[in-house]
Structure formats: C-alpha cells, structure tokens
C-alpha cells in the first residue's frame, strides 16, 4: 500500500502542476481532474476508501459546473495546449521550486513521508460536530462561495465580451 499512497502523491504534484502551469481553463481542468483522482487515491491508500468515493464524486459534480461556467464566461479562439513554450516554461519552473524546496527541507528523505501517513488519526466525531453545531455556518459558507464564483466570473469577464458591452 505504501507504493500506492507514493504514486497517488506523485499524481496529485504533477496534477497540481498541471493546473498551475497552464492558464487555460479547458487544459487545466484536465489537471484537476488528475489532482482529485491521485488525492482519492492517497486516500484509499491509507484505508479510508469510502470517504475517498464520496469525496470524488461531490469534488467533480462541484467542479463540473464551475468549470463549465468558466469555460462559457473565457472561451479563448486558441488556448495554449501543453505543448507551447511557455506551458512547458513553467512547468520545468514548477518542478524545479519543488524539487529544490524538497532538498532545503530536509534532503531527498523529505520527498518519502509515506510512513507518516500511518500515524494519521481516523476520527469520525469531528464530522458529526461539524454538522451538528456548524451546519448553519456550513450552509452560509456555501452561499458565500457561490456569490464568490460569480464575483470572480464577473470582474474577469470584461466590458466587451457580454452581450450588452458589444452593442455599441
């Protein structure tokens, strides 16, 4: 299981890279997608597969629609793929910063901390409590990201790309 958890965290550092490197939405997404998968498979790894299942399915639902939304508000004629110059620019960026932040840590050992994984506690009751007491702030944190998402999507949209702001 220890080579399971360490290729999921490789996946999640390349799908996380992925989506950093890439400023098109349709091609990072693809990272995400990567992300969330490899993170679901740490997840399995060290023995919590249904919360990796659920966490999985609510994470893409979720970023379905963000993604389609954003897709619509930023549809670029040319997106730059994965192979452009400057994706792969800062992809040799990205990994660098990781691999040198790796060494000034604590050497190659530091990228190896599938062991203290083990020591992770599975408790259940914080859950419970969180939708116990802190539904209410559950419920108002998620109307706070959904006003978020569309203030976001509308200061980035643009005078001229609406279908007001072209009529001249």
Do not use: H
Not at 18 to 27: C, E, H, L, Q, T
Not at 47 to 67: D, E, N, T
């Amino acid at each position: 299981m220890a080579y399971v958890v360490l290729l999921g965290l490789v996946g999640l550092v390349v799908g996380l890279i992925g989506v950093a490197s890439n400023p098109s939405p349709y091609f990072a997404a693809f990272g995400l997608v990567v992300a969330a998968a490899a993170g679901c498979m740490v997840l399995v790894g060290i023995g919590v597969s249904f919360l990796s299942l659920v966490l999985f399915l609510i994470y893409l639902g979720g970023m379905l629609v963000v993604f389609a939304y954003s897709a619509a508000m930023a549809a670029e004629p040319y997106p730059e793929a994965w192979g452009d110059l400057s994706v792969i620019f800062y992809v040799m960026l990205y990994v660098g910063v990781m691999v040198t932040g790796g060494y000034m840590v604590n050497g190659l050992d530091s990228l190896f901390i599938v062991e203290e994984l083990r020591s992770v506690d599975y408790g259940w009751g914080g859950v419970a409590m969180l939708y116990d007491l802190g539904g209410f702030m559950l419920l108002v944190s998620g109307w706070v990201l959904l006003l978020t998402l569309f203030v976001v999507l509308e200061v980035t949209r643009g005078v001229g790309s609406s279908a007001i702001g072209g009529i001249k």
